[in-house]
């Protein structure tokens, strides 16, 4: 029988592996590569060995003194390895099947892994319990029934565990969190994508491609920030602003509306215009203070909006505004409110840049300008003027 012990391993993994090989592979190749990877095989085909040895000894009528102890020790032996190996396989199983569905959009709605993690942490307490039942011969029954009086304790030694089992529920439950999103956790200092997510730990990869960890609970804690809406919608907003020197707007003269009526985003919108201040201003005197005027800024304004129109890159069925903010003691802030038709990152930054370098050099043709705070140079170049 020990010969026996020794050998069917090595012909199990000669003769029965490459057919159970061929079955898993028909059925799914990347779970059979990954149950390869974590050596499931080998650790099946050793638990073979002490199940040989403990179903020869119970069926076995020895009777010789000299060979009861030895037998008793090989049992016991045999018996615990075989509740190891069992508990092995089903976590190497469950790895695996961790591994080949991960990326699947069901795994990565609901927070498998974290369950995974837990079956596995039950599963190592219970061979546990029952590895040292069976080599002291005790029921564990008895001692399983007995965890409920120690159940203070166990919630202060698996803290951790419960408040992450219950912030992953929460959070999955709720649909606030999956794989892939890209999060932003202030409290912590926390900006990038997520990785995993664990019954212990979050990993989020930054977008300096550093790797930050910190425990599942403090999703209960702190608030967060989802960006998925965004990358779901289509559109990523931009909202920006540009400050004009209060000083240089003013109204729009004859000779100043000539120059004006040369840009083609305006023509319409000036000559509509016109057409309105004529018909309000009728009835008032040529002097009168409360003649409407055109302002080179309100000018300014419906420019910019109409080139957002325009602009191919941005989308038009979401909000978008060209607003003045509160003056504060810089100046006059103008905001552009719009969604770009793209979600990537570069793409974002070079359509927002494009538009604002447009506007920035679009300010002279209405006679603003751009609010900059005086430098150095500029400061020097005032005393000289003073001598």
Not at 337 to 363: G, P, R
């Amino acid at each position: 029988m020990i010969f026996l012990a020794i050998l069917l391993p090595l012909l199990f993994l000669k003769f029965i592996h490459p057919t159970l090989k061929r079955i898993i592979e028909n059925k799914n190749k990347n779970l059979f590569k990954n149950l390869v990877k974590l050596r499931f095989f080998y650790t099946l085909g050793y638990i073979l060995s002490p199940l040989i040895l403990l179903l020869a000894i119970n069926n076995s009528s020895l009777i010789v003194n000299d060979l009861q102890k030895f037998t008793y020790i090989i049992k016991k032996i045999s018996g615990i390895w075989i509740i190891i190996s069992l508990s092995i396989l089903i976590n190497k199983f469950l790895t695996a099947l961790n591994a080949t569905y991960k990326k699947n959009e069901f795994f990565v709605k609901y927070p498998l892994n974290s369950y995974l993690q837990l079956i596995k942490l039950i599963i190592i307490i219970i061979t546990a319990i029952f590895s040292i039942c069976y080599a002291l011969n005790l029921s564990p029954w008895g001692i399983l029934s007995g965890v409920g009086a120690l159940g203070a304790i166990l919630l202060l030694v698996f803290k951790d565990t419960i408040l992450g089992l219950i912030a992953s529920i929460q959070v999955y439950g709720g649909k606030l969190l999956q794989e892939g999103d890209w999060i932003e956790l202030k409290d912590l200092n926390i900006d990038g994508e997520v990785m995993e997510v664990g019954l212990h730990r979050v990993k989020v990869k930054a977008w300096d491609n550093t790797i930050t960890t910190f425990p599942t609970a403090k999703f209960l804690e702190y608030t967060f920030k989802n960006w998925r809406g965004m990358q779901e919608s289509g559109g990523r907003r931009i909202k920006r602003r540009i400050i004009l020197s209060i000083s240089s707007i003013k109204f729009v003269n004859e000779n100043f509306l000539k120059e004006l009526s040369h840009l083609v985003l305006l023509k319409e919108y000036l000559k509509n215009k016109n057409k309105e201040l004529k018909e309000a201003n009728a009835t008032l005197g040529e002097k009168d203070v409360n003649k409407r005027s055109l302002t080179n800024l309100g000018c300014f304004r419906i420019y910019i909006n109409n080139y957002l129109e325009k602009h191919p890159k941005i989308r038009q069925d979401m909000t978008l505004l060209v607003r003045q903010l509160p003056i504060n003691q810089y100046g006059l802030p103008i905001e552009v409110y719009a969604f770009t038709n793209t979600t990537k990152w570069k793409e974002y930054e070079d359509i927002q840049s494009d538009i604002f370098d447009h506007i920035l050099a679009s300010i002279h043709h209405f006679q603003l300008e751009a609010y900059q705070e005086p430098s150095s140079k500029d400061l020097k170049s005032l005393v000289s003027n003073l001598k």
